[in-house]
Every structure is written in C-alpha cells, then in structure tokens.
C-alpha cells in the first residue's frame, strides 16, 4: 500500500520511454493502440473495434504504467480503479460503481477534449473470476455490468472507451471476458531480462547522483528475478544508505546493500504471508 500510495502521488502523464525493458510488450501494446488511433480507417474496413486489452504479468513489472503510457500515446483521458474496490456487502453496489466510471470516462473525455478514455483495471480476476454457479451474486452482477459497457454500442458522439486490465491470475478469468470483441488481446508483461534490469536501473537513477565509479551493470546482474518496482526500491534504498553515509553520491556499496535489503524485505513478506 506504501507504494500504491506513492502511485497515486506521481503525475498521470506517462509516456512508453519512461518504462524500462518490456520492449516486446510496448512493442504489442502501440500496436494494438494504433487500431484504437486509427479508428475511421478500422471502421471502413469493417474491422472489430478494440475494446479491452488484458495485461497479464507478476506484481510490479510495470502494468500500471503501460496503461498510463497507452493513454499518453492515444490522448485518452485515464481513470484507474482495482477490482478490490468494486466488492462491496451490499448488492448492486459494485456495478453501480462501475456504471458511474464509464460515465465519468465518457464525461472527462468531453470536458478535457480527448478522443477517448483508457480506463485501467488492475486485479480484474477480482470481479472477473470464473463463476461458480451463482454462489457469487455481488460478482456476478459487477461483472456483468462491466460486459455490458464493454459491450456497448460506440455512436460518433460519444467518446471511445478503452479497458485495459491488469491480472496476475489470467488462468482464474471467466472466459465470457475473453470472447472476442471483450478482452481479446494479451500482452505479457513479465520480469524484466538483464538488459531490461539495466534499462530501468538507469530510468530510476536519472534524479541521483550516482558515483561514476558505480557500475549499475554489476546490479542489474545481481538482481536476477527483481520486478521493476523492486528494482525501483534498489535506487531509493541505495540513496538512503548514501544519506546516512553522509555520501555526496551513490557508491557501490550503496547500491549492493540496496539490493540484499530489498531481496531480504521479499523474503520476510513471504514468511509472514504464509
Ligand atoms: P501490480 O500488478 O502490483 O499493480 P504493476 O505491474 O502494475 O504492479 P506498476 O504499478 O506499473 O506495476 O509499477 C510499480 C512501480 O515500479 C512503478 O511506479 C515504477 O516506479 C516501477 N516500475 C515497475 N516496472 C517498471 C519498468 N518497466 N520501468 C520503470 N519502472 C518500473
């Protein structure tokens, strides 16, 4: 929660080359992207608009991002929302709130003058797990409200919607989310190689000063199976170890601490989630 905090407090604005590594994934993503940019084109074609894009990937590589980014590319206006936020006691409640998010797409969209809104759903397997024979009639209705605004009917006046939804759990979605025409395409957005590792080790030290005897190369080996926003922490620990060296600049050493702090704060999380 500290660090969807932190989320909340960054700006918006956020373009494909302030995201490290995931070339492949930004590569699919435009593409994808540019059939919602060149909508009068895809229409004379006769071509199936897109509507939802799922992104599927562990925790921190970077899906919330990719969302805002996409936003930035298609001048969308973005809203965000988690499915956790649409449970709620009370019947109907949760599909209410989502009637009311695509009302404030389309309304913020016209306001701001945009041509469409991306509307960026992290944890979807919450209110899009398969269903298990009406045990869940909260979901079921959260759900299908969701379809239906997927589902409905783009008229020239109103701004075009797109849903982008993040999940870690694709394998738990009920598959009416992934006929065609709902979320139909995938983009995996996984654990970032050695060079992408580097990349975003670079776009996290750009406001430090880092000591030129450092060698970022060395962490990004180091640090074999650490998601972006681990990565992320690396940086942030590293100027803290600095501070209280009374450091100038970020050695070495700074950044070796850095990762065995973050590397061991995953290992007490697991333990304690156990
Ligand atoms: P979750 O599934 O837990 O919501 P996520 O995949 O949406 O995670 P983000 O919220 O996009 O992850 O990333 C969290 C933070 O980690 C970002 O704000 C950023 O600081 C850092 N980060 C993650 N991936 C990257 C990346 N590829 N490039 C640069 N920074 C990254």
Do not use: W
């Amino acid at each position: 929660s500290e660090r969807k905090a932190r989320n909340a407090a960054s700006p918006s604005y956020m373009t494909f080359d302030d995201i490290g590594g995931q070339h492949r994934a930004k590569g699919e993503l435009k593409e994808a992207l540019d059939f919602l940019i060149k909508h009068d084109e895809i229409q004379k074609l006769g071509i199936r608009p897109l509507k939802g894009i799922l992104l599927t990937g562990p925790p921190g590589t970077g899906k919330t991002l990719m969302a805002k980014a996409a936003a930035h590319y298609t001048n969308s206006v973005f809203l965000a929302a988690a499915g956790s936020e649409f449970v709620e006691m009370y019947v109907g409640v949760g599909a209410s709130r989502i009637r009311d998010m695509f009302k404030d797409a389309r309304s913020r969209a016209v306001k701001e003058n945009k041509d469409s809104a991306i509307v960026f759903i992290d944890e979807i397997d919450v209110i899009g797990g398969k269903r298990d024979g009406g045990q869940h009639r909260e979901y079921d209705q959260t759900l299908n409200q969701l379809l239906t605004e997927m589902d409905g009917i783009h008229t020239a006046e109103t701004p075009r919607i797109l849903i982008v939804a993040a999940t870690n759990r694709k394998e738990m979605l009920d598959s009416a989310l992934l006929r065609p025409g709902r979320f139909d395409r995938h983009i995996e957005v996984d654990l970032p190689d050695k060079k992408g590792r580097l990349h975003i080790l670079n776009i996290h030290a750009k406001n430090k000063p880092i000591s030129e005897e450092a060698n970022l190369e060395h962490i990004a080996e180091e640090t074999f199976h650490f998601s972006g926003a681990q990565l992320e922490s690396v940086m942030n620990e590293a100027a803290i170890y600095a501070m209280r060296d009374e450091s100038a600049c970020i050695e070495q050493r700074h950044l070796s601490q850095a990762v065995d702090k973050v590397m061991m704060g995953e290992k007490t999380d697991r333990e304690s989630t156990k």
